[in-house]
């Protein structure tokens, strides 16, 4: 997965450490290691944010990371509010 605000890749991983790895892009140096799974990752997606990755791993366990952070908006302290989120208004 490619990172929607910086230069980062993330790539999964099976036998023998089942991790997901950060890169840096173009050097590809390696940012971080992300290990919990106990089998082989199948699957990974990025939330809608591009802060967060759910993967997706053989022995039937769905795992959330904080791989990319906060998008730069948020971490300057900007309040963003939700209030039309996809098209309905926000419930309080």
Not at 58 to 74: C, H, I, K, Q, Y
């Amino acid at each position: 997965l490619w990172s929607k605000y910086q230069r980062e890749i993330c790539s999964s991983h099976g036998f023998s450490e089942n991790q997901l790895i950060l890169w840096k892009y173009p050097s590809m140096t390696k940012i971080q290691e992300f290990k919990g799974h106990t089998a082989r990752v199948l699957h990974m997606d990025q939330s809608p944010d591009g802060g967060s990755v759910v993967s997706a791993a053989a022995d039937e366990t769905l795992r959330f990371w904080d791989v990319f952070g906060s998008p730069p908006n948020e971490r300057k302290g900007n309040n963003l509010s939700m209030g039309n989120f996809c098209g309905s208004p926000m419930i309080r």
